[in-house]
T-cell receptor, first 113, second 109 residues
Framework: DGGITQSPKYLFRKEGQNVTLSCEQN?????MYWYRQDPGQGLRLIYY???????QKGDIAEGYSVSREKKESFPLTVTSAQKNPTAFYLC????????????FGSGTRLTVV | RKEVEQDPGPFNVPEGATVAFNCTYS??????FFWYRQDCRKEPKLLMS???SGNEDGRFTAQLNRASQYISLLIRDSKLSDSATYLC??????????FGAGTRLFVKA
């Protein structure tokens, strides 16, 4: 079955470290997204990508970076510049831009130790 | 004012009850509307889209009121398995999709 695979499920980061969250999809979707979810808040958009080798900042891009070298893959790096990275990170995809329902991966829970 | 607002709850209801959630949105140009379900510590999953004429999927009914800028979700004959957080989601165009913070539902035996 098609879907989105995120790894790892849990990740612990030390102060000053960069960490990379993996997101792979086999849905043949053009558009991919990274969201952050904090308790009591709605999902907030970090980055999105419409096509390979193109991506745009979302509402809270500071301290994060992404790449889109392949259609299937959209990894997110949480850099040391992100001062409050503890959160639940969700990768999602849609066939293209437009009013489509999202397919989400199972998420990565990142904790700073 | 938040772009999408939901009552956080929790709503505590007995099995078999009918429960309704509302969600208000601020952008009158919003184009499409959705309800997602999110179980504890899991990813959100699309429950249903919301159409202007209203739509039903089994025990679930969604309504859209563009004049008052709100959408609703009605769950009839609640099951224990309906316990979850329900997210209201509004698409406003391009890549702009706004997620509400969710309404928590607990269904008790």
């Amino acid at each position: 079955d098609g879907g989105i695979t995120q790894s790892p499920k849990y990740l612990f980061r030390k102060e000053g470290q960069n960490v990379t969250l993996s997101c792979e999809q086999n849905l043949n979707h053009d558009a991919m997204y990274w969201y952050r979810q904090d308790p009591g808040q709605g999902l907030r958009l970090i980055y999105y990508s419409q096509i390979v080798n193109d991506f745009q900042k979302g509402d809270i891009a500071e301290g994060y970076s992404v790449s889109r070298e392949k259609k299937e893959s959209f990894p997110l790096t949480v850099t040391s510049a992100q001062k409050n990275p503890t959160a639940f990170y969700l990768c999602a995809s849609t066939p293209s831009t437009g009013p489509y329902g999202y397919t989400f991966g199972s998420g990565t829970r990142l904790t700073v130790v | 004012r938040k772009e999408v607002e939901q009552d956080p709850g929790p709503f505590n209801v007995p099995e078999g009850a009918t429960v309704a959630f509302n969600c208000t949105y601020s952008n009158s140009a919003s184009q499409s509307f959705f309800w997602y379900r999110q179980d504890c510590r899991k990813e959100p999953k699309l429950l249903m889209s919301v159409y202007s004429s209203g739509n039903e999927d089994g025990r679930f009914t969604a309504q859209l009121n563009r004049a008052s800028q709100y959408i609703s979700l009605l769950i009839r004959d609640s099951k224990l398995s309906d316990s979850a957080t329900y997210l209201c989601v509004v698409y406003t165009g391009g890549f702009k999709t706004i997620f509400g913070a969710g309404t928590r539902l607990f269904v008790k035996a």
